[in-house]
């Protein structure tokens, strides 16, 4: 059944404020999770549950995405781009995107910023077993204060869906991939700014509209801030999470793992003795000097570490030199902290 679903649209137009100054010069959707852009592990994830066609809908840094991707051939669907000339919130830029799909089924959203181990085949079928108008991923969290919180009934039928809130009724929260028929999609105002979270989806339950939520308990994270992006490369290195991207890099030897680190390139240079701790991603051409210590560090193509330098929980930029005996945590060295 699901085989019925074969479009999708993915979110990545977001500024990515909370991820400065990463992402001054880079758009968060783009930023490595263990040495893959963010993206691409979403879009491998949709080309294996069955996704012949996916459009981008960018806006920050629309013209990063398309010399990477491309048309999509050398990732085994389709792809094409909408950009939007200003910001038109999650619903406007649904309704945007989705006049570039060819096909006329259901239509899969993916949020720019959630990696999830979720299995989308299964959500995709339980769309079509349920009639459903809107099928909302959703899963359990400690806190879901930061987050939309939904009730549902015994059928797993949505009976409502709050935004932020101090004291949540439940601790299910939307976890950001959806299925919108095309009749839903087509229902948005046309370069308006709509959020289907405050406006789209509250209607359709006031309309009686069939919103049924997934609920899959398998690894998710919101890779909202650096700290996110930090524990998302360390859980696939560790393999707390998982992603066909990053299994497929693997095997490529596109990366590789070097002790409890991930490395990318033949070019690294490891001065012994040196310790890389879980977590570290380390990019081409760097160079760790002796005696150093990194743990759970991003460390950019063409960087050097310092010998004596001991770095946890720190980005470093492309390029930059680590003076010796460096002593960072929770650092981004070598970045522009202005715009």
Same mark, same amino acid.
């Given at each position: 059944?699901?085989?019925?679903?074969?479009?999708?649209?993915?979110?990545?137009?977001?500024?990515?404020?909370?991820?400065?100054?990463?992402?001054?010069?880079?758009?968060?959707?783009?930023?490595?999770?263990?040495?893959?852009?963010?993206?691409?592990?979403?879009?491998?994830?949709?080309?294996?549950?069955?996704?012949?066609?996916?459009?981008?809908?960018?806006?920050?840094?629309?013209?990063?995405?398309?010399?990477?991707?491309?048309?999509?051939?050398?990732?085994?669907?389709?792809?094409?781009?909408?950009?939007?000339? !200003?910001? /038109?919130?999650? +619903?406007? *830029?649904?309704?945007? =995107?989705?006049?570039?799909?060819?096909?006329? #089924?259901? %239509?899969?959203?993916?949020?720019?910023?959630?990696?999830?181990?979720?299995?989308?085949?299964?959500?995709?079928?339980?769309?079509?077993?349920?009639?459903?108008?809107?099928?909302?991923?959703?899963?359990?969290?400690?806190?879901?204060?930061?987050?939309?919180?939904?009730?549902?009934?015994?059928?797993?039928?949505?009976?409502?869906?709050?935004?932020?809130?101090?004291?949540?009724?439940?601790?299910?929260?939307?976890?950001?991939?959806?299925?919108?028929?095309?009749?839903?999609?087509?229902?948005?105002?046309?370069?308006?700014?709509?959020?289907?979270?405050?406006?789209?989806?509250?209607?359709?339950?006031?309309?009686?509209?069939?919103?049924?939520?997934?609920?899959?308990?398998?690894?998710?994270?919101?890779?909202?801030?650096?700290?996110?992006?930090?524990?998302?490369? !360390?859980? /696939?290195?560790? +393999?707390? *999470?998982?992603?066909? =991207?990053?299994?497929?890099?693997?095997?490529? #030897?596109? %990366?590789?793992?070097?002790?409890?680190?991930?490395?990318?390139?033949?070019?690294?240079?490891?001065?012994?003795?040196?310790?890389?701790?879980?977590?570290?991603?380390?990019?081409?051409?760097?160079?760790?000097?002796?005696?150093?210590?990194?743990?759970?560090?991003?460390?950019?193509?063409?960087?050097?570490?310092?010998?004596?330098?001991?770095?946890?929980?720190?980005?470093?930029?492309?390029?930059?030199?680590?003076?010796?005996?460096?002593?960072?945590?929770?650092?981004?060295?070598?970045?522009?902290?202005?715009?």
């Amino acid at each position: 059944m699901s085989k019925q679903i074969t479009s999708a649209i993915l979110l990545v137009g977001g500024m990515g404020t909370r991820m400065q100054p990463l992402t001054y010069s880079t758009p968060k959707p783009m930023l490595k999770v263990a040495g893959i852009p963010f993206t691409e592990h979403q879009i491998v994830k949709a080309r294996e549950a069955g996704i012949t066609e996916i459009v981008l809908a960018t806006s920050f840094m629309a013209e990063i995405f398309e010399p990477y991707f491309g048309d999509g051939r050398n990732f085994g669907l389709k792809i094409s781009y909408a950009v939007e000339e !200003s910001a /038109l919130g999650t +619903g406007g *830029a649904i309704r945007n =995107a989705a006049s570039k799909l060819t096909g006329t #089924g259901p %239509v899969v959203i993916f949020n720019g910023d959630v990696l999830s181990s979720h299995n989308l085949e299964d959500q995709m079928e339980f769309h079509i077993d349920n009639s459903a108008d809107v099928t909302l991923y959703l899963t359990q969290v400690p806190d879901a204060r930061a987050f939309g919180v939904v009730e549902f009934d015994e059928e797993n039928r949505i009976s409502s869906f709050n935004e932020k809130m101090e004291n949540p009724p439940t601790n299910v929260i939307n976890a950001g991939c959806y299925i919108f028929n095309r009749e839903i999609i087509d229902s948005i105002p046309e370069n308006k700014v709509v959020s289907v979270e405050r406006e789209t989806f509250p209607t359709l339950l006031e309309n009686g509209g069939r919103v049924f939520g997934f609920v899959d308990s398998n690894y998710w994270l919101d890779i909202g801030n650096p700290g996110a992006l930090l524990k998302a490369t !360390s859980d /696939l290195i560790s +393999g707390v *999470a998982t992603s066909s =991207a990053f299994t497929a890099a693997l095997r490529d #030897g596109r %990366v590789y793992r070097r002790d409890f680190s991930l490395a990318h390139g033949k070019n690294i240079v490891f001065e012994e003795p040196s310790t890389q701790d879980s977590g570290c991603f380390i990019d081409n051409s760097a160079v760790i000097g002796s005696q150093s210590t990194l743990t759970r560090c991003i460390i950019g193509e063409g960087a050097v570490i310092g010998e004596k330098a001991v770095l946890i929980n720190t980005f470093v930029a492309p390029g930059f030199s680590v003076p010796a005996a460096t002593l960072a945590e929770n650092a981004f060295l070598g970045f522009s902290l202005n715009k």
